[in-house]
């Protein structure tokens, strides 16, 4: 079962993140990270292909997006807060948007 963050946790697997332009969420326990592409394309791609690990991982991002620009939010409804799950996918949605853009 998937638990919160530990505070040991939170602080060596957050960190690294915070430094890739994720920002800790003031209003809720979620870490967010606005996306810009080359294009709407590239953009609509990136989500196509994080969906498919979404989905393979059950484990959904809120995300809006406007032409190349997507914002991502990221948090465990189950636990009411972040989770490995939600480390686990926002590097992946890093090591994702790296691809798009090389």
Same mark, same amino acid.
């Given at each position: 079962m998937t638990e919160l963050l530990s505070d040991t946790a939170r602080k060596t697997t957050l960190e690294p993140l915070l430094k890739t332009g994720w920002k800790l969420d003031s209003n809720r326990d979620a870490i967010k990270k606005t996306f810009k592409f +080359?294009?709407?394309a590239d953009a609509f791609g990136w989500m196509t292909r994080a969906a498919i690990w979404a989905e393979k991982w059950n484990h959904h991002p809120e995300w809006f997006n406007v032409y190349k620009t997507v914002e991502v !939010? /990221? !948090?465990?409804?189950?636990v009411g807060g972040l989770? !490995? /799950?939600?480390? +686990?996918?926002?590097? +992946?949605?890093? !090591?994702l948007a790296g691809e798009a853009r090389a």
């Open positions: +080359k294009d709407f !939010t /990221l !948090t465990t409804h189950d989770s !490995t /799950l939600d480390v +686990k996918l926002a590097r +992946k949605l890093d !090591t």
